[in-house]
């Protein structure tokens, strides 16, 4: 009997051991870096007001229910007395790149600061200078003046694998030099706020006050920027987003140069293929970057690209998904040529185009509601004419149709909307709506067909099939 507890003991602190050894051990990469990452808090002056501290200000009831709080503050301390200046306080995260003092952060830290203060973890408090940000990338490069700051070490995102390793330093609601690990979940994640930036998704637990600190791989080497979380309680939730390193260095090196960050640009819209998008464009799975729009005197048309055209290859890396593609785009040099591989119409191509400069545009929408209406069709859709009014808003020199009423039908069914303008039906263009009813009765039935939209200036492919 003893024998058998002893060697059951044994056996378990073996297990225990060899189970203990799997994990990683982060203590010396921690002290390493450690005095590298630093806290940044910052001041901003806002143009609200708020009720200034006053000796003659009335204290509002106790006890009274929430939805009268608003009424009570009123009546007690009334509109606009005591009102003073705004002044806000934020809180991040940064990290040293430099012995001289170059600090990164995010953007969205030190953004409109009248004040920034880098604290350091000896406890030194330093004025930073905004040496430029870029809020497309949401990277900001901060200047403290001091010598022989500890400093991080550069590492390389390619190398980085999904499951690997990584942690965090930062300060978490004003705590100091928390640490916290997790693992790699994904890497080249498109966010809907950041189209040049390819996300490394984490379950490291990012709380706000992380925003700007450092994500290091196991060779205590920094590979990311923290600077988002996906969260519906506004505090962590298991996933956490990272600017990849090499990007944010790409805009250093540019705001150091320029004070200023310029991107590669293509000059259309993107979007994904989907599974019917396939098949209605002859390919044998849903892949690559469908372009939507071409910007007119962009270096897409210029190159002979088309709309429908289905981008699967960049510069000799594949595109997998359209949000794969901007970020490539957006870190080519700009007059440099860069290599397409597309699909059209069933058939692969290459073309050579010069990338440009990416510039700001807006596009306005609004219908015309003196338009003579349409008959509804086989989509159950009222369309229009456009006129010469409407098409100089939309930049539409010549085609489309405006999608007046949607009734019941296929295209309620796919998303389409009032207010849509409908640019094309698989490789037809849509000149007015006698033509686009003439195109809707010659349509095949049961054979996905791609029709591409125009909603808000923003242009969409859309899948349906015909039943009748």
Not at 240 to 246: M, V
Not at 392 to 410: D, P, T, W, Y
Request: glycine fraction near 10%; charged fraction near 20%.
């Amino acid at each position: 009997m003893l024998k058998k507890l002893f060697y059951g003991a044994c056996v378990y602190l073996l297990l225990s051991n060899l189970s203990y050894a799997q994990l990683p051990d982060f203590t010396e990469m921690v002290k390493n870096n450690g005095n590298a990452v630093v806290n940044i808090s910052t001041i901003q002056k806002n143009t609200e007001t708020q009720a200034a501290d006053s000796g003659d200000q009335q204290q509002l009831p106790q006890d009274i229910p929430p939805e009268m709080e608003e009424f009570f503050r009123h009546y007690f301390q009334g509109p606009g007395r005591g009102m003073a200046p705004k002044e806000t306080n934020s809180l991040g995260s940064g990290f040293i790149i430099s012995k001289d003092g170059y600090v990164l952060t995010n953007n969205h830290v030190v953004n409109n600061a009248s004040e920034i203060v880098v604290k350091l973890k000896d406890r030194r408090e330093l004025i930073a200078k905004l040496i430029g940000s870029d809020e497309s990338s949401d990277v900001a490069l901060l200047k403290v003046e001091a010598k022989d700051l500890p400093v991080v070490e550069i590492g390389s995102p390619d190398q980085l694998q999904v499951g690997e390793w990584v942690l965090a330093i930062g300060t978490p609601f004003g705590f100091d030099q928390s640490v916290t690990a997790g693992i790699v979940s994904a890497k080249g994640r498109s966010l809907p706020d950041g189209n040049y930036v390819p996300f490394i998704q984490t379950d490291v637990a990012i709380n706000p006050g992380n925003s700007g600190g450092p994500l290091f791989n196991m060779q205590g080497k920094v590979v990311g920027i923290n600077s988002q979380i996906y969260s519906r309680s506004g505090g962590y939730m298991g996933l956490s987003f990272a600017i990849p390193i090499d990007l944010a260095m790409n805009v250093v090196d540019q705001l150091k140069s320029k004070g200023k960050v310029s991107r590669g640009w293509l000059g259309v819209q993107i979007q994904d293929v989907t599974r019917q998008l396939a098949e209605s464009f002859g390919m044998d799975r849903p892949h690559g970057a469908l372009v939507a729009k071409i910007v007119p005197g962009g270096p897409a048309e210029k190159a002979g690209l088309q709309i429908g055209d289905i981008i699967v290859e960049f510069n000799g890396q594949i595109v997998e998904t359209s949000g794969e593609l901007p970020p490539r785009v957006g870190v080519t040099p700009i007059d440099e040529p860069a290599k397409l591989k597309i699909i059209r119409q069933g058939e692969k191509q290459e073309l050579s185009v010069k990338i440009g400069l990416l510039p700001s545009q807006q596009v306005a929408q609004k219908s015309d509601p003196n338009a003579e209406e349409i008959h509804a069709n086989r989509l159950g859709l009222v369309v229009t004419d456009l006129n010469a009014e409407q098409r100089q808003e939309l930049q539409i020199e010549k085609n489309g149709v405006f999608v007046q009423r949607v009734g019941k039908g296929i295209a309620q069914d796919i998303g389409i909307q009032p207010g849509d303008i409908i640019l094309r039906i698989q490789n037809n263009v849509i000149r007015d709506s006698n033509e686009f009813n003439k195109i809707l009765t010659k349509l095949p039935t049961g054979k996905s067909i791609a029709v591409l939209v125009q909603r808000n200036g923003n242009p969409i492919f859309l899948a349906f099939k015909l039943d009748k």
